[in-house]
């Protein structure tokens, strides 16, 4: 069971994953990347390693200007961990998407989130790390069916 000050703290973690949302879906670079650290690393499925939150800002500027104009973004949360009290680690899925929002996502993410609180910040949660790494449904049916003790124990 969550102590009251925990489910405090998941509800603002969970708030950050929110605004990312909705600044993507707003095409807006700049509130996407003000939730993110000055010094935060973002990783892609693709394996495109960006650091620093100006990266972060510049990279999905061009992005929703191209590739992903148009796009929305479908988060969902598995797991939220605290490691003291300003350390969060998120593992949820995700996806890109325009039109209707999809069944399965197919990105599988952690959000390493801190609690600003250096000199003159504001003492907001922000995303200090990012990964994605595109799942592979076939390639995990494959190894599970000859390695059965690869399925995780979610899965059982």
Do not use: C
């Not at 590739?67 to 797991?79: M, P, Q, S």
């Not at 995700?94 to 504001?122: C, F, M, N, S």
């Amino acid at each position: 069971m969550q102590s009251t000050s925990e489910s405090g703290a998941v509800a603002a973690v969970q708030a950050v994953l929110n605004r990312l949302v909705s600044a993507w879906e707003h095409h807006d670079a700049e509130a996407y990347g003000e939730l993110f650290t000055e010094d935060a690393t973002y990783i892609t499925y693709v394996g495109t390693f960006y650091q620093g939150r100006r990266d972060i800002v510049e990279s999905h500027r061009t992005l929703f200007a191209g590739f992903l104009k148009g796009t929305r973004l479908a988060d969902e949360i598995l797991d939220v961990r605290f490691y003291g009290p300003g350390v969060a680690v998120v593992n949820g899925r995700g996806d890109t998407y325009k039109g209707k929002h999809p069944e399965k996502l197919g990105k599988i993410q952690t959000y390493t989130l801190v609690r600003d609180t250096d000199t003159g910040a504001d003492g907001q949660w922000r995303i200090a790390a990012f990964q994605n790494t595109k799942r592979k449904p076939l390639m995990e049916a494959v190894s599970y069916r000859f390695a059965p003790g690869l399925v995780p124990a979610a899965e059982h």
